[in-house]
Each structure stands twice: as C-alpha cells, then as structure tokens.
C-alpha cells in the first residue's frame, strides 16, 4: 500500500479511532497537530523549565522551550535536506511534511518536570513502586490523557505524530523486571532523609507508563505482528536498565534535531557563559582523535567561536549546525516491512563521531559541574518534599480539581499519579515559589497567587 493510501491510518487521532469516525486529510490534520503544541500549557510551562542552567541565572542561555524551538527548526532543516537529495528515491513518499516534523520537535519535551533530569530522578524514587516516571514518557501521557483539547484524549494528536514522539516504545514493568539490580533497590526500605539520598541509583528506565498502553498499542496497530515484535524488543544491560532498539523514520529526525542542538546549540551558551575557555575547547575537542581524524572545520572555528563577538559566534554555531544537517541520509533497516519503520534518518560515520564528541564535551563540561549538579540537588530536594506534603495534605495543599482527581482514584496507584501529574507540570519558578511558601517561615502569605 501506497503512503498515499495509508493516508488515513496516520492522519487518524485517537478520539475518532474510538468514535470511529473518519480522518481528516494530512494537510489539516499536520498543521492542526502543531498547532495544538504550541497553543498547549505544557508547551508555554518550558519557557520556565531547566535546560541546562539554572532560571534567572542570566537572560541569554536557552530553556526547554527556545531548546524545543531549536530542534524543530533543525528537523525541518534536515526535512528539507532530504527532499533535496531524495529526487527519485522511494522515500520521498514517506518524509513527513514540515508542519508534522515541527509537531513532533514541539511536542518532544513536553514532560519534562520542573529543574530538568534532576527532578526526573526524583519524581521517579517517588514513583518507584506504582508505574515509575520517565520525561518522555510524561510526553506521551499528556498528548494522550492530560493535555486540554479532549475531556479524556489529552492534545490528541495523530497517530503518526504520536508515533513520531515514541522515542522509547516499552513499558516500564516490561524493562524493569529485567533489572535484577533495580528490583533489589527496589524492596530497600524507603529513605527518610533525602539529603542523604543517592540519586545516580534512580534514573528511570527509558520507557511508556502502563497507563498509556492503550494509546501505545492504538499507534502501532497499523504494523504487521513482526514488525511490532521486533520494534518492541528490548535489549539487556548488565549495567542498567534494558533498552529498546528501534525508533520510527520520524523519531530518527527528532532525534538527530535534538542531539544537534544539545552539542551545538548547548554549546553556546556555555561559551557566552565562559564555562568552557579556548584551551579547553583546543585540548578536548579540536585536537581529539575524534575530530582530528574526521575534521569538519578548521581553526577559523574556534576564532569566531571565542572571538567575544556575539554575532561571530553565531556566525560560528550556524555553521557548525549546518555541517550536520547537510550530511543526512535515509539508511533501511532490511528487518521491518513498514516504511516508517525501515526508513532511518542517520549521520555519516565522520559527522557522528563528531556530534557525539561535542555532546561528551558539555556534559562533560557543563552538565556534571559542580555549579550545574549543586542546583540540580536543590531542586530534587524541592520535588520530593513537596511530594511527600501534597500527598499527605492534599486536601489542604493542592486546588480543588487536583483533589477531585485524587479523591476519584480508586488505586494508591492513581492517587500517586495524580501528584506526579501535578508537580511534573510545575515550572521550576512555580515549585520554587511553593516550596518557599509551605516550608520558609518568612516567606507566604494567604494573598499569595502561585
């Protein structure tokens, strides 16, 4: 069958799946689709959460919504890459339109919690027992669930950007169970402290809560039986969790979008901050094995790259950025039958390499800092206390709609879903101001608005 033919299938959104009423044509439903990102409250809550510094720290560095603006812009960009070399290539017919490549890069970080990874560890200790949290698979839950557009279907988007967003397509009970070293930490009792808590030992599985399993199998229905096993197929770690191994056409495109802007984009706010100097850029990445045996650019580079001048600097990233998106190319996976599924956005072996050192360079440099890690505990700590007040206060402490839920759920399951559903949607401005307000005894009062 055609691309044109499945039209339909990947145009449909969950609500008239369940009405069974009929899709609307692509160019609607694409644009509408990111449309309904962008207009969302989980998309504009971004603007305050942690991309990589902490808010307020200066006025220039990125947040998850510029960083979300970012990729969108660099998927399309590779889109338009692709259209351009594809003449005659049977792809073609299956690259996503511009509008539904920016829907999905919009919508990719919608479940981030307030103060970024951090409070993603610590909403999943928290979860630990009844479905965990992962950020993306927060995403999913609130385009399928808790979004504003459907009273029960969240944002409702279409089925092929939903399945554009599935980074990682596995439910969190099916990759836990196959961590015997996560299933020990999880029968230890409960630490009352946690100042003294270990976060590294909790990072969540990359994975789909189970509440979300409905939706899951609704996108991959359109797939043959082998390829739903294989798609779904997890690989084992002696080391950590299991992880899926295969990603849809569209999600390779995200994915590349958001790995470029973390090494490159990133990057630059770590030079105008002066958190990385020239030295350091000349010893770790101009004269790595990495990128001496694959060198995309020269030492004009670094000179407007820490030239001082902004626009010298700009004119530097944008190069850099361009240098990636130029060099991608549709790969197939020969073991899928689908299309969406065979047809993989990839870089070259000498772009890869690259990429992936200057994504090692900021974490290296920026992201496990001190200064970055000291703020990240601070608000893991904020995350947890206030999870721990919400649940055992809610009545007091949460809005009246958050306690109607809570007062609904049939389950401590539930209940517990509910508070990580609300404090997951948190700015770090919001869970700050919270914190300050129920625990600093100068700070509050009862004509506070949150």
């Known amino acids: 069958m055609s691309a044109q033919q499945q039209e339909p299938i990947w145009t449909q959104k969950y609500t008239e799946f369940l009405n069974d009423s009929p899709a609307r044509p692509a160019r609607i439903v694409y644009q509408r ?14 603007q305050s959460k942690t991309q990589i510094f902490g808010l307020h720290e200066s006025d220039f560095y990125r947040t998850r919504l510029t960083h979300s603006m970012e990729v969108a812009q660099i998927g399309s960009g590779i889109v338009e890459q692709l259209i351009t070399d594809g003449e005659g290539q049977a792809y073609m017919d299956w690259l996503p ?162 790995d470029i802007a973390y090494g490159i984009h990133d990057l630059e706010d770590a030079v105008a901050m002066k958190m990385v100097s020239r030295e350091l850029w000349q010893a770790e990445v101009m004269e790595n094995p990495a990128f001496t045996e694959n060198a995309l650019w020269d030492d004009v580079m670094t000179e407007r790259l820490f030239s001082g001048s902004s626009k010298s600097r700009k004119h530097a990233v944008s190069k850099m950025v361009g240098i990636m998106v130029e060099h991608v190319y549709i790969a197939e996976q020969d073991e899928f039958e689908h299309p969406l599924l065979r047809y993989q956005a990839c ?91 129920f625990f600093m005894p100068m700070s509050g009062s009862i004509f506070d608005r949150l």
């Not at 009970?173 to 196959?178: A, G, I, K, L």
């Not at 039986?225 to 779904?232: E, G, I, K, N």
Request: charged share 25%.
């Open 33 to 46: 689709d990111r449309a309904r990102v962008i207009h969302s409250a989980s998309f504009r809550r971004l």
């Open 97 to 258: 339109s511009f509008y539904l490549i920016e829907a999905i890069c919009l919508a990719h970080d919608l479940g981030h919690p307030p103060f970024g990874h951090g409070g993603e560890v610590a909403l999943n200790y928290m979860m630990r027992h009844h479905g965990g949290f992962e950020g993306n698979a927060q995403t999913l839950r609130i385009l399928a669930k808790l979004g504003e557009y459907t009273p029960a279907n969240g944002v409702d988007l279409s089925r092929r950007a939903t399945l554009g967003v599935l980074k990682y397509p596995a439910i969190y009970e099916d990759v836990v169970s196959v961590n015997a070293a996560y299933q020990q930490l999880l029968s230890e009792p409960e630490v009352t402290d946690f100042k003294t808590w270990n976060m590294r030992a909790w990072h969540p599985p990359k994975s789909l809560y189970q509440e979300e399993e409905a939706v899951f199998n609704w996108v991959l229905s359109p797939f043959s039986l082998a390829d739903r096993q294989r798609f779904t197929q997890l690989t084992p770690s002696e080391t950590g969790h299991a992880r899926t191994q295969y990603k849809s056409l569209d999600t390779t495109i995200m994915e590349l979008a958001d």
């Open 347 to 437: 870089l070259p072996e000498a772009q890869a390499r690259v990429l992936d050192l200057l994504k090692r360079f900021v974490f290296k440099n920026v992201i496990t800092i001190p200064e970055v890690k000291g703020m990240e505990y601070k608000g893991q700590l904020i995350v947890m206390d206030l999870f721990k007040a919400l649940e055992a206060n809610g009545d007091r402490l949460l809005p009246s709609n958050t306690v109607r839920k809570v007062n609904e759920a049939k389950t401590e399951r539930e209940r517990k879903r509910v508070i990580s559903d609300y404090i997951s949607g948190m700015t770090n401005t919001y869970a700050s101001r919270m914190y300050e307000k």
